[in-house]
T-cell receptor
């Protein structure tokens, strides 16, 4: 049973549309992350948060934005989708300390046409 | 800065063969954690193992085993008697203690096990 939920699972959308990818976790984790995965498999950290009202950009520059108004919710928004945004987006969460590990959602496969 | 290298992009084996997936890492920290994740075609990342930098004991879990060697900065993963269900992309990852505690992944190795 998943403790971190991502919706939608698949999304096909036209260029220029605004989209929000949802990520919610029920574990009370303070830390949350968004990873973008290329069609060629590589995973890149694009955003992370240490808690409510905390957001940071990751290692890969992204045109997306995130917000963290509630502990359990970490949505990602693209104001104007482009074909270059076609990718899989994976959300994760963790407790403080690396030993606790990361729990990943099932991902959202986004296709921009 | 931390870095993880998985030199094998794709591996193809026949069922029942043993296969080893290589992982080499770089870090300046003395305390760090290494992970392996499995990503089946469905797309989710499945946690397999976590190892901290002070524990060099090898680990075996069923058909899976891991060989951690600090001297060569390697954390290799072996599947014994591979099965078709093992077909997936496998990622090695590293997080340093302290700082941002961000998980950095290798590029992944796609394993195909043919019947």
């Amino acid at each position: 049973e998943a403790d971190i939920y991502q919706t939608p699972r698949y999304l096909v959308i036209g260029t220029g549309k605004k989209i929000t990818l949802e990520c919610s976790q029920t574990m009370g984790h303070d830390k949350m992350y968004w990873y973008q995965q290329d069609p060629g498999m590589e995973l890149h950290l694009i955003h992370y948060s240490y808690g409510v009202n905390s957001t940071e950009k990751g290692d890969l520059s992204s045109e997306s934005t995130v917000s963290r108004i509630r502990t359990e919710h970490f949505p990602l928004t693209l104001e104007s989708a482009r074909p270059s945004h076609t990718s899989q987006y994976l959300c994760a969460s963790s407790r403080p300390g690396p030993l606790s590990g990361y729990t990943f959602g099932s991902g959202t496969r986004l296709t921009v046409v | 800065a931390q870095k993880v290298t998985q030199a094998q992009t794709e591996i193809s084996v026949v069922e029942k063969e043993d296969v080893t997936l290589d992982c080499v890492y770089e870090t300046r920290d003395t305390t760090y954690y290494l992970f392996w994740y499995k990503q089946p075609p469905s797309g989710e990342l499945v946690f397999l193992i976590r190892r901290n930098s002070f524990d060099e004991q090898n680990e075996i879990s069923g058909r899976y085993s891991w060989n951690f060697q600090k001297s060569t900065s390697s954390f290799n993963f072996t599947i014994t008697a591979s099965q078709v269900v093992d077909s997936a992309v496998y990622f090695c990852a590293l997080v340093e203690e302290g700082g941002s505690e961000k998980l950095v992944f290798g590029k992944g190795t796609k394993l195909t096990v043919n019947p």
